[in-house]
């Protein structure tokens, strides 16, 4: 993939090679964090839901570009547990990337080196096109512009048959929206007024003024969704 920013070595990174270890054979949680790579419950306790997901609806082969990577977690635990797959995580914080770079030095040969990506600026997209885009936990953390954004990039990215990936909380116009949610929604527009739960319908009418058309509603623990979109 070229075009993105790629992380520049660093200590951590320049010792991958004597650290590499086998890759994980199942999603259970590392039993030691990696050094210099930070960790999230959240990520260990959803990662396996996930990983169902995408078993299910990702090609055997391919490229997958990871949006807003965090710790990593699940960028190490997911190119593990599909081989097949190139995993490209990316992040646009300096910390993130460290972290990313720390799990990788631990991680399968199929995780490429985090690269900086800062989703509502046009040219940090990859220049090469991918098999499928995956953004996890981040559309309702961000200002609606991202989430519009986000649906450009990966429109642009995905060739006609790729896949886009979303999951998180979200809010649906025929269902009630789960007083867990509604308290986790209050309390993010509490840290900032523009983030906040997407509704499903919004999304996809954006999404579908992208051509990425809505082909799955999945429902997951935690009253969280998959949303899977199909780039047309």
Same mark, same amino acid.
């Given at each position: 993939?070229?075009?993105?920013?790629?992380?520049?070595?660093?200590?951590?990174?320049?010792?991958?090679?004597?650290?590499?270890?086998? #890759?994980?054979? =199942?999603?259970?949680? @590392?039993?030691?964090?990696?050094?210099?790579?930070?960790?999230? +419950? *959240?990520?260990?306790?959803?990662?396996?839901?996930?990983?169902?997901?995408?078993?299910?609806?990702? #090609? +055997?082969?391919?490229?997958?570009?990871?949006?807003?990577?965090?710790?990593?977690?699940?960028?190490?635990?997911?190119?593990?547990?599909? #081989?097949?797959?190139? !995993?490209? +995580? =990316?992040?646009?914080?300096?910390?993130?990337?460290?972290? %990313?770079?720390? !799990?990788?030095?631990?991680?399968?040969?199929?995780?490429?080196?985090?690269?900086?990506?800062?989703?509502?600026? #046009?040219?940090? !997209?990859?220049?090469? @096109?991918?098999?499928?885009?995956?953004? %996890?936990?981040?559309?309702? %953390?961000? @200002?609606?512009?991202?989430? $519009?954004?986000?649906?450009?990039?990966?429109?642009?990215?995905? @060739?006609?048959?790729?896949?886009?990936?979303?999951?998180? +909380?979200?809010?649906?116009?025929?269902?009630?929206?789960?007083?867990?949610?509604?308290?986790?929604?209050?309390?993010?527009?509490?840290?900032?007024?523009?983030?906040?739960?997407?509704?499903?319908?919004?999304?996809?009418?954006? *999404?579908?003024?992208?051509?990425?058309?809505?082909?799955?509603?999945?429902? $997951?623990?935690?009253?969280?969704?998959?949303?899977?979109?199909?780039?047309?």
């Amino acid at each position: 993939m070229a075009g993105s920013e790629q992380l520049a070595p660093s200590a951590i990174a320049a010792t991958c090679a004597a650290r590499y270890v086998r #890759p994980m054979q =199942t999603m259970d949680p @590392p039993c030691d964090t990696p050094d210099g790579a930070r960790s999230s +419950p *959240a990520a260990a306790r959803n990662a396996l839901a996930i990983l169902e997901v995408l078993k299910a609806v990702l #090609p +055997p082969r391919g490229e997958v570009l990871e949006i807003a990577s965090g710790t990593g977690q699940h960028a190490a635990a997911f190119a593990a547990a599909l #081989p097949g797959l190139i !995993w490209h +995580p =990316t992040d646009v914080s300096d910390e993130a990337l460290d972290s %990313i770079a720390a !799990w990788r030095c631990t991680g399968p040969p199929n995780l490429a080196a985090p690269a900086r990506l800062d989703v509502t600026d #046009p040219a940090a !997209w990859p220049v090469s @096109p991918v098999d499928a885009v995956v953004a %996890i936990n981040l559309v309702h %953390i961000s @200002p609606w512009r991202t989430t $519009m954004a986000l649906l450009q990039g990966a429109a642009c990215s995905l @060739p006609r048959g790729g896949l886009m990936l979303l999951y998180g +909380p979200f809010r649906e116009a025929d269902r009630p929206l789960a007083e867990s949610n509604a308290a986790f929604d209050a309390s993010l527009k509490a840290r900032d007024p523009e983030w906040g739960l997407r509704s499903v319908e919004a999304v996809a009418a954006e *999404a579908a003024g992208q051509g990425l058309a809505l082909t799955l509603r999945k429902s $997951m623990p935690a009253n969280n969704l998959s949303l899977l979109f199909r780039r047309r």
